[in-house]
């Protein structure tokens, strides 16, 4: 008999939009059509339901013993570092013999980038050589107060820079600048002949609604759909899954260091 996989317990920002869990559980549906027979949960720290500690619990009394908790997370910043693993942590404390592994936050990653571009093409940006050297990007980001956060988003940006596009900026919807429409404005400052708009978040709410009023305010030409339950979010998921089950080193603790 083939040892039981441990469940997937996806962990969500939440949100008082009614989008944001409607999508995070879209893209949990992609998940789970991707890896048939893998238990696969969602939880979120806020706003919505399960909260992480109810999502463990159902967890633990259904017979699960080993659980990898997913953030879906996009950088390194104050919940994965802070949030997450107290919540695990006391969960474990109440929950005896279940064994949690956490798995890393989604970014960067190559996965991501081609997201990004899937959305920007469905919003009717045309993607080839030609157009990509005419056109300025600005990734638009949720913001934190992080250093290590915004550093990510500043070296996502640079590195897309190299695919072809004739600039790629960074900015954030809060806690760090610039702001979506000073990244436009300052593109075409610069004699930048098309702008478009990718939004490097999930799921729809506050922060991703400001981005699409900056992005209007200063007259983008393109701005794209936030990344939600893109295929290529889906696998990133389950790679982050796969890595974190096969280290069993792998505790709430992790994402602390």
């Not at 469940?7 to 939009?17: E, N, Q, T, W």
């Not at 695990?88 to 279940?98: D, F, W």
């Not at 981005?211 to 701005?223: F, L, N, R, T």
């Not at 790679?239 to 089950?245: G, K, L, Q, S, V």
């Amino acid at each position: 008999m083939s040892p039981v996989s441990p469940a997937l317990l996806v962990i969500a920002h939440g949100s008082r939009d009614p989008r944001h869990a409607a999508t995070v559980h879209a893209l949990v549906g992609r998940v789970r059509s991707l890896r048939p027979g893998l238990r696969v949960e969602t939880s979120f720290l806020d706003f919505n339901g399960p909260t992480v500690s109810q999502a463990l619990a159902s967890l633990c009394l259904s017979g699960v013993r080993e659980v990898v908790a997913l953030p879906l997370l996009l950088t390194r910043a104050f919940h994965a570092k802070a949030d997450i693993p107290a919540v695990l942590a006391e969960a474990g404390t109440r929950l005896s013999g279940l064994s949690v592994r956490v798995a890393d936050v989604l970014g960067p990653s190559p996965l991501l980038v081609a997201a990004l571009e899937r959305r920007l093409a469905e919003a009717g940006l045309g993607l080839t050589p030609a157009e990509r050297a005419t056109t300025g990007v600005v990734l638009a980001s949720a913001g934190s107060s992080d250093p290590e956060a915004i550093a990510v988003i500043a070296e996502i940006a640079r590195e897309w820079r190299h695919t072809g596009w004739c600039a790629v900026r960074p900015a954030f919807a809060s806690a760090a600048l610039p702001r979506t429409e000073d990244a436009v404005r300052a593109l075409r400052a610069e004699g930048v002949r098309r702008v478009a708009v990718a939004p490097y978040v999930i799921a729809p709410g506050r922060l991703p609604d400001r981005i699409a009023a900056g992005a209007a305010a200063s007259g983008a030409d393109v701005v794209a759909g936030v990344l939600g339950a893109a295929p290529e979010l889906a696998r990133l998921l389950l790679r982050r899954y796969d890595a974190a089950a096969a280290d069993p080193a792998r505790r709430p603790s992790a994402l602390t260091a």
